[in-house]
């Protein structure tokens, strides 16, 4: 099959396409026939040295953690999941082989039905941002009415998720994003919207309940400065792997109660979010689409930090 392999790590010129095997089902795994597979910073910051690159164990690797596609093999013939059933989810990457390919062997508890009104594009862009914003906005601060929450990195995968959730549970979303971005975080369903280029988010925002914190301390001491906008005992949710190292310190300082998180593939839970999707209550944005063959150009644009949504790679035709 073709696939989209690193053979080491670098710069994202360092993927490239080749001819691989194709993966073997066991146990209680789908085969699935990718289509379209998720591009997420993770991939980024694996391919760089950073994000779960400490658990590659050989190469070449592929990359990838979302897929949308066409399922092939069934765990067992009973499962109400069968061949030609669409279905998207993730897998983990570099535990298993990833998305970037035209076929992925991926554990059942990890897939959920596609929503019939999502194409494969738009679902491939799902699973790893929804999980990891359903994880911090409803698993973790409980979002509900009355809540005042703040949101930064608003405008990205995860961040256009979050908005959503926040808002569709009912809390008061003040959300940071550029300023080509800020009609559209309103139009996600965010209260409040603030320029980080042009307005100190903590001289405006006071005693909010909950930071979901998408940017850490990699630009201009984001999550620091956050720490400001907490009432006394508010909670800060910090996401990005490596973005503030004395996270955990600096929150005891504060008064405050922080934690990070981990997103983890969740096929049960995907499934809620289908309905939410196939209804229309949330919506998955897809920035940009590249070719299976142009992952390099993926990553490069992902990297720059720019994103609204979602980038996917279109493995086939579907």
């Known amino acids: 099959m073709r696939a989209v392999v690193m053979e080491r790590i670098g710069a994202p010129d360092v993927l490239s396409l080749a001819q691989v095997a194709e993966p073997v089902r066991v ?17 980024a910051k694996t391919r760089a040295g950073a994000g779960a690159s400490a658990a590659i164990d050989g190469y070449p690797v592929i990359l990838g953690n979302d897929f949308s596609g066409i399922v092939v093999e069934s765990p067992y013939e009973a499962h109400p ?3 030609g059933d669409e279905v998207y989810g993730m897998t983990m990457v ?3 082989a990833g998305t970037y390919a035209e076929y992925v062997s991926v554990p059942s508890m990890s897939v959920a039905r596609k929503p019939s009104a999502l194409s494969h594009v738009e679902a491939a862009g799902v699973p790893l941002a929804a999980l990891t914003a359903w994880g911090m906005v409803v698993d973790i601060a409980r979002a509900h009415e009355g809540q005042r929450m703040l949101i930064h990195g608003a405008s990205g995968g995860v961040g256009h998720f979050a908005v ?26 965010a209260d409040e919207v603030i320029d980080h280029t042009t307005t100190r988010f903590e001289h405006v925002v006071h005693d909010v309940d909950v930071v979901v914190d998408l940017v850490g301390n990699v630009r201009d ?23 503030w190292p004395d996270f955990l310190a600096d929150v005891t300082e504060a008064g405050v109660r922080g934690t990070t998180f981990k997103v983890a593939p969740d096929g049960a839970t995907l499934a809620i979010v289908s309905r939410l999707l196939q209804s229309g209550d949330v919506r998955v944005y897809i920035d940009r ?5 142009d992952a390099a150009g993926a990553h490069t644009y992902v990297e720059r930090g720019h994103t609204r949504g979602k980038v996917v790679l279109k493995v086939r035709e579907g």
């Open 27 to 43: 146990n209680a795994e789908f085969l699935i026939k990718v289509v379209a597979a998720g591009v997420n910073p993770i991939d």
């Open 81 to 83: 999941i069968r061949p």
């Open 94 to 96: 570099p535990r298993l």
């Open 221 to 243: 001491e984001t999550g620091s400065r956050s720490l400001r906008t907490l009432r006394p005992g508010g909670l800060i949710i910090n996401a990005p792997t490596g973005s």
């Open 164 to 189: 959503q959730f926040a808002s569709y549970f009912g809390a008061h979303v003040v959300a940071t994003g550029g300023p080509d971005k800020l009609a559209w975080l309103r139009e996600l369903g």
């Open 289 to 293: 689409v590249f070719d299976l063959e």
